[in-house]
């Protein structure tokens, strides 16, 4: 884990203690590794307005070349977070040519939550800015970080910001703190290069962009710049495609900071707050990540995984969840939604075009086993049922344009009394105006279900075999539950008149 060292040297001291004129308070911190080293100086202010009983909105600045943590502080951002009663955080990110390197924004993530501890701040309002270097490092920020139980970027925005670091190498013909930072060129090393722009625009299948689809982004740039000028037009070109909020003007000639209207950029950030949750998402994944309500494990490292998923109702109840394109995806997982009115939520995943077969995934939070019954595979019947430990993941392999349905029973037993086991299969034979059941011996409560998992007749059985009677039932598939004292059993038939 890492730790805080607060740095008391005397001339750090007033930094960290100072009150300054308009009321806020500066503190310098440092983040450290599990092995003492430093990874990390950031500078934040307190508004002086702060209660620990409201939960402030946070604005991020990312520095420009060859900056440092206390840039962001000496920018119109800072005092506009103080009256608006914002926290505002600057950070070094370990050199001042960071390049939107990986380190970079992984420490930053652990800076939020470190402050996260310490100060009350709003998870659902954290805003991103920066300046040339560093306006990509704020989409960065927010592209990269789609996992919800970590921080995530309400919206982001970026004043002369260098958007594509190939192109901007080509721009240049060469450069040097790029090579440094990347460890070559961009045909040494294009997937270092194309995992830490906000945009690669050579080959959509190689950019990390449509992942701002519910990140809203504000784009400005000086008046007299060319370079800079182009990459802007050119993303807001791309998201205006596809994603929810995008905004392009300039005001003022010159470079980074100097080109934001601040009052105007924190007007429009203030309007937007975290979308989380989204029901429609294309995203492309640079690692093994979770991105809102799904996850990717990918087959090649240093390749992007890309998928398109939505999550509509389905049925009674129940959630279709629609996944295709993926691409260098070995382990697709999807969290499954905890439905309090009814625990037999039933699931339709429809697949789309695959480059390959993949294995399918359930994660959850809540705490609660669960036995999953496969009711059917592109339309045919099917039985499969599997114990789901808690904390674990229930896996399917799935074929390209495959069609999985499901239902889930939850059942309010802890793991600590119940050793996990899968439930017994329940023998069902045909019969005359029937099935006949047959689960062993001694009393059983018998649940019928439809193959969305509503349960349609309750009652109890003393007799085995038990004649479960058909009439009234539809054709279609269905399954029974049969509960004794010591154990469930599980089986499925099928209605045909």
């Known amino acids: 884990m890492p730790k805080i060292?607060?740095?008391?040297?005397?001339?750090?001291?007033?930094?960290?203690?100072?009150?300054?004129?308009?009321?806020?308070?500066?503190?310098?911190?440092?983040?450290?590794?599990?092995?003492?080293?430093?990874?990390?100086?950031?500078?934040?202010?307190?508004?002086?307005?702060?209660?620990?009983?409201?939960?402030?909105?946070?604005?991020?600045?990312?520095?420009?070349?060859?900056?440092?943590?206390?840039?962001?502080?000496?920018?119109?951002?800072?005092?506009?977070?103080?009256?608006?009663?914002?926290?505002?955080?600057?950070?070094?990110?370990g050199h001042g040519t960071n390049w939107t390197n990986q380190d970079a924004q992984e420490w930053m993530q652990r800076i939020i939550e470190v402050l996260e501890m310490e100060w009350s701040i709003d998870h659902q309002r954290i805003y991103v800015v920066g300046g040339s270097m560093g306006g990509a490092s704020g989409m960065i920020c927010a592209n990269n970080h789609l996992d919800p139980t970590r921080p995530m970027v309400a919206a982001t925005g970026s004043g002369s910001g260098i958007l594509d670091d190939e192109r901007r190498f080509l721009e240049q013909g060469n450069n040097n703190s790029m090579r440094t930072v990347f460890?070559?060129?961009?045909?040494?090393?294009?997937?270092?290069?194309?995992?830490?722009?906000?945009?690669?625009?050579?080959?959509?299948?190689?950019?990390?962009?449509?992942?701002?689809?519910?990140?809203?982004?504000?784009?400005?740039?000086?008046?007299?710049?060319?370079?800079?000028?182009?990459?802007?037009?050119?993303?807001?070109?791309?998201?205006?495609?596809?994603?929810?909020?995008?905004?392009?003007?300039?005001?003022?000639?010159?470079?980074?900071?100097?080109v934001f209207d601040v009052t105007h950029v924190c007007d429009w950030m203030a309007q937007f707050t975290l979308n989380s949750d989204p029901d429609t998402m294309v995203i492309s994944a640079d690692e093994n990540s979770r991105n809102y309500w799904s996850g990717v494990k990918l087959q090649e490292q240093e390749q992007f995984g890309l998928y398109r998923a939505s999550r509509t109702p389905w049925g009674e109840g129940g959630i279709l969840y629609d996944v295709s394109g993926l691409r260098n995806i070995d382990q697709f997982l999807l969290q499954e939604q905890d439905n309090d009115n009814d625990p037999h939520t039933p699931v339709r995943v429809a697949v789309g075009e695959a480059t390959s077969g993949f294995t399918l995934g359930f994660i959850r939070d809540h705490n609660l086993i669960t036995s999953t019954a496969l009711l059917s595979r592109n339309g045919e019947p099917a039985w499969g049922w599997a114990e789901w430990p808690l904390n674990d993941t229930l896996s399917l392999t799935v074929a390209p344009f495959d069609t999985l349905d499901l239902v889930f029973f939850p059942e309010a037993v802890a793991p600590s009394t119940r050793p996990p086991q899968p439930p017994l299969r329940l023998d069902i034979q045909p019969a005359a105006n029937g099935v006949q059941l047959n689960w062993g011996s001694g009393p059983a409560t018998l649940m019928l279900y439809n193959l969305l998992g509503r349960e349609l007749r309750r009652q109890q059985a003393d007799v085995v075999p038990f004649l479960l009677s058909t009439q009234g039932l539809a054709n279609g598939i269905y399954f029974v539950r049969a509960e004794t004292e010591r154990e469930m059993q599980i089986g499925r038939f099928i209605v045909r008149h």
């Open 183 to 258: 460890g070559g060129k961009p045909h040494e090393v294009p997937f270092t290069y194309h995992r830490n722009s906000a945009i690669y625009f050579a080959d959509s299948l190689n950019s990390m962009h449509s992942n701002l689809m519910h990140v809203p982004v504000y784009l400005t740039y000086g008046s007299n710049e060319t370079y800079h000028q182009y990459h802007a037009l050119d993303l807001f070109a791309r998201l205006s495609q596809f994603a929810d909020n995008v905004f392009i003007g300039t005001t003022n000639t010159g470079h980074g900071w100097g």
């Open 5 to 93: 060292l607060r740095l008391f040297c005397c001339w750090l001291l007033i930094s960290f203690s100072a009150l300054t004129a308009s009321g806020q308070t500066m503190y310098v911190d440092t983040l450290f590794s599990a092995n003492d080293s430093l990874l990390d100086i950031y500078q934040y202010q307190i508004p002086p307005q702060y209660d620990p009983g409201t939960p402030a909105p946070l604005i991020i600045g990312w520095h420009q070349y060859g900056g440092s943590y206390n840039e962001f502080m000496y920018t119109g951002f800072a005092a506009e977070a103080s009256l608006r009663g914002w926290i505002a955080l600057g950070a070094w990110g």
